[in-house]
């Protein structure tokens, strides 16, 4: 392994409310970033470096990994850093690196805008966003965001993570190794295509996805052309350096290069509608691409008053009309508020956040009305920030691999209450 050392750290002016890094890399979109233990960095390869991340109220600090000389490669990558320490401070590579976390954090967009927008036309995402700002849609790579995503099929983001840790581990190329801990760059998809990879891999404990993983594989490097899968991509949010163009006119059901991507990733080996909108959504920057499952479905129902209660099947016309009904209300960007939503809505971590410590001022007014005694009570809360656990966040059961998601933040607002004197006095 290539011997290096980090860089200094460097800062970009960035709040919470526009990027928050704790709930974004923790939400179920990638699942290669480390968070170091005790502490509050983040690691991940990206194109073929090494970077670190930390955040504080006002500032994302990042750092890389630089090598005693440059590394080889990766063909996974359309355009690859040399992370050599040759280069100084502020030189060509260090700006590549900021191009780098502007692309892949999406931060061209103004996100308070974007909320702002979003709440204005919806009263429900109003209600819930304030208290889950700072959540981005990632521009990942698409050949990882597709086989993450098949590994995610009845699966939880624990699991999920491991399994694309033994794939990066297995197949990918080595860029360092720090405090014990090996970091590999995402295989490309040549990387398994040989005649052991789904026998490895069912070994490794991948199970059944270990053959759509490796069909997949043959399918995107010899039976597609080269360049397939990135020229699914949305022009306006095209891969790392290449330049944006118009991606076309919206439509109810999504643009026409959305609904063509959509189509041609359900032709691959373990992919359906959800895990195809995923990729779209995460991988291919069409972001009208609303993935949905009984989950998003039953938050369709319940906020939105959408169909029949009572319908107990998720079918395909079903799935489209969920979709539909969110482009309409958040137009081309229905992915990004509906990830907000449903991040927030996910009870197992709201769950635990309630149960999680807090220091809480309860103010009680009371208020004799005739018969009833009326009790106001107003609850402050300062919840304190600790890690997630993921082991118990389960996927959404489907015939497809799914999407798992997160929320990490949860608020208690005034309320009151009645009772009677009578059971008052009791």
């Given at each position: 392994?290539?011997?290096?050392?980090?860089?200094?750290?460097?800062?970009?002016?960035?709040?919470?409310?526009?990027?928050?890094?704790?709930?974004?890399?923790?939400?179920?979109?990638?699942?290669?970033?480390?968070?170091?233990?005790?502490?509050?960095?983040?690691?991940?390869?990206?194109?073929?470096?090494?970077?670190s991340l930390r955040q504080d109220p006002n500032y994302l600090y990042y750092r890389t990994y630089r090598t005693s000389k440059p590394l080889p490669p990766s063909s996974n990558s359309p355009q690859q850093l040399n992370a050599s320490d040759e280069k100084s401070p502020n030189s060509s590579n260090d700006n590549d690196i900021l191009r780098v976390i502007k692309h892949y954090f999406?931060?061209?967009?103004?996100?308070?805008?974007?909320?702002?927008?979003?709440?204005?036309?919806?009263?429900?995402?109003?209600?819930?966003?304030?208290?889950?700002?700072?959540?981005?849609?990632?521009?990942?790579?698409a050949w990882e965001a597709l086989v993450s995503f098949i590994c995610s099929s009845n699966n939880n983001i624990s699991r999920i993570s491991q399994m694309v840790e033994k794939l990066c581990l297995n197949y990918g190329r080595p860029v360092a190794t720090i405090d014990g801990?090996?970091?590999?760059?995402?295989?490309?998809?040549?990387?398994?295509?040989?005649?052991?990879v789904e026998?490895?891999?069912?070994?490794?404990?991948?199970?059944?996805?270990?053959?759509?993983?490796?069909?997949?594989?043959?399918?995107?490097?010899e039976e597609r052309e080269?360049?397939?899968?990135?020229?699914?991509?949305?022009?306006?949010?095209?891969?790392?350096?290449?330049?944006?163009?118009?991606?076309?006119?919206?439509?109810?059901?999504?643009?026409?290069?959305?609904?063509?991507?959509?189509?041609?990733?359900?032709?691959?080996?373990?992919?359906?509608?959800?895990?195809?909108d995923c990729v779209c959504l995460m991988g291919l920057g069409w972001g009208e691409a609303v993935p949905v499952d009984t989950h998003v479905w039953q938050i369709a129902q319940r906020d939105y008053k959408f169909g029949k209660s009572g319908q107990k099947t998720l079918n395909k016309a079903t799935y489209?009309?969920?979709?539909?009904?969110?482009?309409?209300?958040?137009?081309?960007?229905?992915?990004?508020?509906?990830?907000?939503?449903?991040?927030?809505?996910?009870?197992?971590?709201?769950?635990?956040?309630?149960?999680?410590?807090?220091?809480?001022?309860?103010?009680?007014?009371?208020?004799?009305?005739?018969?009833?005694?009326?009790?106001?009570?107003?609850?402050?809360?300062?919840?304190?920030?600790?890690?997630?656990?993921e082991d118990d966040v389960k996927a959404e059961v489907d015939e497809k691999p799914q999407k798992n998601g997160s929320a990490l933040q949860t608020s208690l607002s005034t309320g009151s209450t009645r009772m009677s004197k009578r059971l008052r006095n009791r």
């Open positions: 392994m290539t011997i290096g050392v980090f860089s200094e750290w460097y800062k970009l002016p960035l709040s919470l409310s526009e990027l928050c890094i704790n709930t974004t890399l923790r939400c179920g979109q990638s699942f290669r970033w480390h968070n170091v233990p005790d502490s509050d960095e983040w690691r991940c390869v990206l194109h073929g470096c090494l970077l999406n931060l061209s967009s103004n996100l308070t805008d974007l909320y702002s927008q979003w709440s204005s036309q919806d009263p429900n995402f109003k209600k819930k966003a304030s208290h889950f700002t700072g959540i981005r849609i990632l521009r990942q790579d801990r090996a970091y590999h760059d995402f295989p490309p998809p040549e990387a398994l295509t040989g005649k052991d026998t490895r891999l069912r070994n490794l404990g991948f199970g059944y996805r270990a053959k759509y993983i490796y069909q997949t594989a043959v399918m995107v490097a080269s360049g397939w899968l990135n020229g699914l991509q949305n022009p306006e949010s095209p891969a790392f350096g290449v330049d944006p163009v118009p991606g076309g006119e919206m439509k109810p059901e999504g643009r026409d290069g959305y609904r063509h991507a959509h189509e041609k990733l359900v032709e691959l080996q373990g992919v359906g509608p959800k895990v195809a489209d009309a969920v979709g539909n009904l969110f482009r309409k209300l958040w137009g081309k960007e229905a992915g990004w508020a509906h990830s907000v939503l449903f991040t927030a809505d996910l009870r197992a971590f709201s769950d635990r956040l309630a149960a999680s410590k807090a220091a809480s001022k309860v103010e009680v007014d009371v208020k004799e009305e005739e018969d009833d005694t009326k009790i106001e009570m107003k609850v402050t809360t300062t919840t304190l920030k600790r890690p997630l656990s």
